[in-house]
T-cell receptor, first 112, second 114 residues
Framework: DTEVTQTPKHLVMGMTNKKSLKCEQHMGHRAMYWYKQKAKKPPELMFVYSYEKLSINESVPSRFSPECPNSSLLNLHLHALQPEDSALYLC???????????FGPGTRLTVT | AQSVSQHNHHVILSEAASLELGCNYSYGGTVNLFWYVQYPGQHLQLLLKYFSGDPLVKGIKGFEAEFIKSKFSFNLRKPSVQWSDTAEYFCAVTANSGNTPLVFGKGTRLSVIA
């Protein structure tokens, strides 16, 4: 099973809302990632968790707050977002940092 | 830090034509190389990968890629494309050591016409 699941599939939120994106994998992978993808662009790395600890934060604004409750789950908490934050948010996981990243289907976020 | 360059922004081919998408990377050490595909409205899927060994790697759906170390290249090929190959193709690289991120190229959009 090489599946990474993400919920919700679509999310529309106002700039004052608080929402969370969820990601789950049951492949026993120890590295998990959040990426942001704008239309017609490659994914941009936001955060990396390794063994449930945040190991890379690519200078992401604090209105995005990641959380890794356990080795299978990854959350991205959203607060006070801007319209330019509208994008596809992808979660991925890998056995190790040098291994294959398996991507989830993404959450299509629209900020109004 | 590593970087990836994909030469073609948009490629348009007729069905049954041969495909080659260019990818060059910049990194002085040992790398792992990947091609991902993103079909319209779908998520990123791994087409193929190179870690070590035979530089000619075969992936899913008839795709293959050749790692040429001296040219820092990892071009993607398919002898005969189908309409269903219409998608965005991303080359990606990560260093083969340490906690280094996966770096994507800008992508090549392939349109296959009947």
């Amino acid at each position: 099973d090489t599946e990474v699941t993400q919920t919700p599939k679509h999310l529309v939120m106002g700039m004052t809302n608080k929402k969370s994106l969820k990601c789950e994998q049951h492949m026993g992978h120890r590295a998990m990632y959040w990426y942001k993808q704008k239309a017609k662009k490659p994914p941009e790395l936001m955060f990396v968790y390794s063994y449930e600890k945040l190991s890379i934060n690519e200078s992401v604004p604090s209105r995005f707050s990641p959380e890794c409750p356990n080795s299978s789950l990854l959350n991205l908490h959203l607060h006070a977002l801007q319209p330019e934050d509208s994008a596809l948010y992808l979660c991925a996981s890998s056995q190790e940092h040098i291994g294959v990243r398996y991507f989830g289907p993404g959450t299509r976020l629209t900020v109004t | 830090a590593q970087s990836v360059s994909q030469h073609n922004h948009h490629v348009i081919l007729s069905e049954a034509a041969s495909l080659e998408l260019g990818c060059n990377y910049s990194y002085g050490g040992t790398v792992n190389l990947f091609w991902y595909v993103q079909y319209p409205g779908q998520h990123l899927q791994l087409l193929l990968k190179y870690f070590s060994g035979d530089p000619l790697v075969k992936g899913i759906k008839g795709f293959e890629a050749e790692f040429i170390k001296s040219k820092f290249s990892f071009n993607l090929r398919k002898p005969s494309v189908q309409w269903s190959d219409t998608a965005e193709y991303f080359c990606a690289v990560t260093a083969n050591s340490g906690n280094t991120p996966l770096v994507f190229g800008k992508g090549t959009r392939l349109s296959v016409i009947a």
